[in-house]
């Protein structure tokens, strides 16, 4: 049972350039999240879905987009890297069972952008 | 606006000894929830325990503990026995009970002493 699944672990990127991660979940969670961990700072959560076709903001949208067009999978955009989002994302999943707070982490991704 | 503190960045406790990490939350609502995360080096965040705002009772997941202090907004965590493989960073959460968002703390990073 794999759990939750980012793609890729590490990237770097140039200011300006675009990239998509990936967070697929195999659990058939209906609650899909992202979050960014920063030194000294927590977690923060960026966007989060509820369902399939569904998204909304969470503290930390800008710069960020998000789509959820197959239960199992939900995407992070950065449409123009900026070097304030050097971080670390993390996707979790929960099931609304357990009260709709993340259950199940992802391994995260290392994001460096010069 | 609701917030999550962890007054402790880090604390050590020897290996088979008892230690409490603290969380204190600030919220004017009633029905809420609260967490604590683990987060081991290798990244992957693990839910340890959760405690209902309703509940008088404190939750217990084997040596997990926590003592929930709703009249001083606290929130401790205690872990009994320590263990080697108990090293990592712990989040203290709270989610409101009609939001899908949770707000992290800080965290503790907790080292374990052979």
């Known amino acids: 049972n794999a759990g939750v699944t980012q793609t890729p672990k590490f990237r770097v990127l140039k200011t300006g350039q675009s990239m998509t991660l990936l967070c697929a979940q195999d659990m058939n969670h209906e609650y899909m999240y992202w979050y960014r961990q920063d030194p000294g700072m927590g977690l923060r959560l960026i966007h989060y879905?509820?369902?399939?076709?569904?998204?909304a903001k969470g503290e930390v949208p800008d710069g960020y987009n998000v789509s959820r067009l197959k239960k199992q999978n939900f995407l992070l955009g950065l449409e123009s890297a900026a070097p304030s989002q050097t971080s670390v994302y993390f996707c979790?999943?929960?099931?609304?069972?357990?009260?709709?707070?993340?259950?199940?982490f992802g391994d995260g991704t290392r994001l460096s952008i010069l | 606006a609701q917030t999550v503190t962890q007054s402790q960045p880090e604390m050590s406790v020897q290996e088979a000894e008892t230690v409490t990490l603290s969380c204190t939350y600030d919220?004017?609502?009633?029905?809420?929830?609260l967490f604590w995360y683990k987060q081991p080096p290798s990244r992957q965040m693990i839910l340890v325990i959760r405690?209902?705002?309703?509940?008088?009772q404190n939750a217990t997941e084997n040596r997990f503990s926590v003592n929930f202090q709703k009249a001083a907004k606290s929130f401790s965590l205690k872990i009994s026995d320590s263990q080697l493989g108990d090293a990592a960073m712990y989040f203290c959460?709270?989610?409101?009970?009609?939001?899908?968002?949770?707000?992290f703390g800080k965290g503790t990073r907790l080292h374990i002493l052979p």
């Open positions: 919220t004017s609502e009633s029905d809420y929830y």
């Open positions: 959460a709270y989610r409101w009970g009609r939001d899908d968002k949770i707000i």
């Open positions: 405690q209902e705002a309703y509940k008088q």
């Open positions: 879905s509820v369902g399939e076709g569904t998204t």
């Open positions: 979790a999943s929960s099931d609304p069972r357990w009260g709709n707070q993340p259950q199940h």
